[in-house]
């Protein structure tokens, strides 16, 4: 089933990564709908994640239980004139899926618009569990989003799977944030394996401090995800309240621990996505 899923997607000119298959085939185009039984059994067979692995500082007890090990990073790139379209069918998914009485398993859905292409959206969405993510894709409110993307409203999306359950409990914020961010960036850092228990450790720091209202007041989200597939490979997931806020980030303590970090070698590669939600109308695009 793997082999011909990789070919499906290789003469379609898609590359991604086997856990990709199922959330791809329901949401590509029209052409994709006889497979989605069939993915979805895929997915279906997915083993759990399991924590734990020596350099990994996981600590026991946290406010979500269980931790979430399901998250995704998605790029949207819409027809231009499909903006509309778009912007009323992820409306729809969104409300669904912030709805604990429809999709109990949902602990995050944000959407950003990318500040150099404004038809290009990120998405970070964020379940307790694999089931969860199963049953988001059975409900109505994701029926919406497939339903546009079958319209062929899309001119291309990447979607990187990610997961928090191998990590500490910080790793994922959940004090409430208030407004909707005017700045915002997505990193990918890819870390020397070597390093990944320091990693951690100042990731701690900068996560916590960040959140610290007294010491970083601009700043409404800090969440660290990690790839499913190359585990020493992880993202930053950074909302501000502007760009001052977020140049203010850049100077403190916290942050100086990261950059610290840096200096010392200990990343391989970083890439940076600028992102922002306050353009986006009505002010629902940033989860509180």
Request: charged share 25%.
């Given at each position: 089933?793997?082999?011909?899923?990789?070919?499906?997607?290789?003469?379609?000119?898609?590359?991604?990564?086997?856990?990709?298959?199922?959330?791809?085939?329901?949401?590509w185009?029209?052409?994709?709908?006889?497979?989605?039984?069939?993915?979805l059994?895929?997915?279906?067979?997915?083993?759990?994640?399991?924590?734990?692995?020596?350099?990994?500082?996981?600590?026991?007890?946290?406010?979500?239980?269980?931790?979430?090990?399901?998250?995704?990073?998605?790029?949207?790139?819409?027809?231009?004139d499909?903006?509309?379209?778009?912007?009323?069918?992820?409306?729809?998914?969104?409300?669904?899926?912030?709805?604990?009485?429809l999709?109990?398993?949902?602990?995050?859905?944000?959407?950003?618009?990318?500040?150099?292409?404004?038809?290009?959206?990120?998405?970070?969405?964020?379940?307790?569990?694999?089931?969860?993510?199963?049953?988001?894709?059975?409900?109505?409110?994701?029926?919406?989003w497939?339903?546009?993307?079958?319209?062929?409203?899309?001119?291309?999306?990447?979607?990187?799977?990610?997961?928090?359950?191998?990590?500490?409990?910080?790793?994922?914020?959940?004090?409430?944030?208030?407004?909707?961010?005017?700045?915002?960036v997505?990193v990918?850092?890819?870390?020397?394996?070597?390093?990944?228990?320091?990693?951690?450790?100042?990731?701690?720091?900068?996560?916590?401090?960040?959140?610290?209202?007294?010491?970083?007041?601009?700043?409404?989200?800090f969440?660290?995800?990690?790839?499913?597939?190359?585990?020493?490979?992880f993202?930053?997931?950074?909302?501000?309240?502007?760009?001052?806020a977020?140049?203010?980030?850049?100077?403190?303590?916290?942050?100086?621990?990261?950059?610290?970090?840096?200096?010392?070698?200990?990343?391989?590669?970083?890439?940076?996505?600028?992102?922002?939600?306050?353009?986006?109308?009505?002010?629902?695009?940033?989860?509180?």
């Open positions: 089933i793997e082999k011909a899923f990789s070919c499906l997607f290789e003469l379609v000119g898609v590359s991604c990564s086997r856990t990709v298959y199922t959330h791809l085939s329901l949401t185009n029209k052409a994709m709908v006889p497979f989605v039984a069939l993915s059994l895929l997915l279906g067979a997915a083993q759990p994640l399991r924590r734990a692995g020596s350099t990994e500082l996981v600590t026991a007890g946290s406010s979500l239980d269980p931790l979430p090990r399901w998250a995704e990073l998605v790029t949207l790139e819409i027809k231009p499909r903006l509309d379209d778009f912007l009323k069918a992820i409306h729809a998914d969104m409300s669904g899926s912030r709805d604990k009485s999709d109990p398993g949902c602990l995050r859905f944000d959407v950003l618009r990318d500040r150099d292409e404004p038809n290009k959206f990120h998405g970070h969405v964020v379940f307790v569990d694999d089931d969860a993510a199963r049953l988001h894709f059975k409900m109505a409110h994701f029926r919406a497939a339903d546009f993307v079958a319209s062929s409203g899309l001119v291309s999306q990447a979607i990187t799977m990610c997961e928090m359950s191998s990590l500490p409990e910080w790793s994922l914020q959940t004090s409430p944030s208030d407004g909707q961010p005017a700045c915002a997505v990918t850092v890819e870390i020397h394996p070597d390093r990944l228990e320091d990693f951690l450790q100042v990731l701690q720091r900068d996560a916590e401090g960040s959140r610290d209202k007294a010491l970083d007041p601009g700043t409404l989200r969440d660290l995800l990690r790839d499913r597939e190359v585990r020493n490979k993202y930053f997931y950074e909302a501000y309240v502007d760009d001052a977020a140049a203010h980030h850049k100077t403190t303590k916290h942050y100086h621990a990261w950059a610290d970090f840096k200096a010392s070698g200990g990343v391989l590669s970083q890439a940076v996505i600028k992102a922002e939600a306050a353009s986006i109308p009505g002010g629902w695009a940033f989860q509180p």
